[in-house]
């Protein structure tokens, strides 16, 4: 089946930059802890993986698949589906190195290969939140989880999105670069990616429209003595003092 435009260009650009990802897929899997985005935010504080002994888990681009070994760890049954076959192939080799196996799938988070209410939980950590178009992804999601099921995600605070220059290895400015109306799809001239973010207000009714009651909001600030990442735009005293990151955290009505 063609894919959608950016579906294809994500799928080529994340097959194409695969090797980048294997050293900190690798040092995720080896945690103890899980710890969450750019800043490692350690679990304790963001409660994105509460309670899920037991519960039937899809991670919406699954990557290398460290959040799904963090889930089966906490005796979730997880399943993680990527765009990107390499990826999964790095996936794969790291669930024999740890001894963990679960179902891993080589697709597309808008249109996932199971039946409705087939899950209690769905999770993307920089997944599906921001590769996949979300008037797709999160109504599939909505598709997936059970009555009274979770979605959480992670992702660019929108905030800081609208800072970032065109070259996006220059870090965040302290002014507005873009305007937020009419600003949610991104693509990057020296990359060939397709990123998707929207505003608040707009992520708000889309969650309600898709069935979901919107349960909070975190906008995560960089912890103090937080030093440069690998990440490029991401600044840590611009992050000190706006929201470089946000977790969204919904529950399907019943």
């Not at 997944?127 to 992670?154: D, M, V």
Request: hydrophobic residues 40%.
């Amino acid at each position: 089946m063609e894919l959608p435009e950016h579906v294809q260009r994500n799928r080529d650009y994340w097959d194409r930059t695969s090797a980048e990802w294997v050293a900190p897929g690798e040092r995720n899997w080896a945690k103890s802890e899980p710890s969450w985005g750019v800043w490692h935010i350690p679990e304790t504080e963001l409660h994105l993986i509460d309670d899920v002994e037991g519960l039937d888990v899809i991670e919406l681009g699954c990557g290398t698949g460290y959040v799904s070994s963090w889930l089966a760890r906490r005796g979730a049954r997880p399943v993680g589906i990527d765009n990107s076959a390499k990826q999964l192939d790095t996936a794969r080799r790291l669930q024999l190195e740890h001894g963990l196996e679960f179902p891993l799938l080589h697709g597309n988070a808008e249109s996932v290969p199971y039946p409705d209410a087939s899950f209690d939980f769905a999770i993307s950590e920089y997944g599906a939140a921001i590769w996949a178009y979300p008037h797709k992804w999160i109504p599939e999601a909505a598709r997936l989880l059970r009555p009274g099921g979770r979605l959480t995600f992670l992702g660019n605070g929108f905030l800081f999105m609208l800072c970032c220059p065109d070259d996006e290895a220059a870090p965040a400015t302290d002014r507005l670069l873009r305007d937020q109306f009419g600003s949610w799809r991104w693509e990057w001239p020296d990359n060939d990616s397709v990123e998707f973010h929207l505003a608040h207000g707009d992520m708000i009714r889309l969650l309600r429209r898709s069935g979901f009651e919107v349960e909070d909001l975190i906008e995560i600030q960089a912890p103090e003595g937080a030093t440069d990442t690998p990440f490029p735009g991401f600044d840590p005293a611009w992050a000190r003092r706006w929201p470089s990151e946000e977790v969204w955290k919904a529950r399907k009505r019943t």
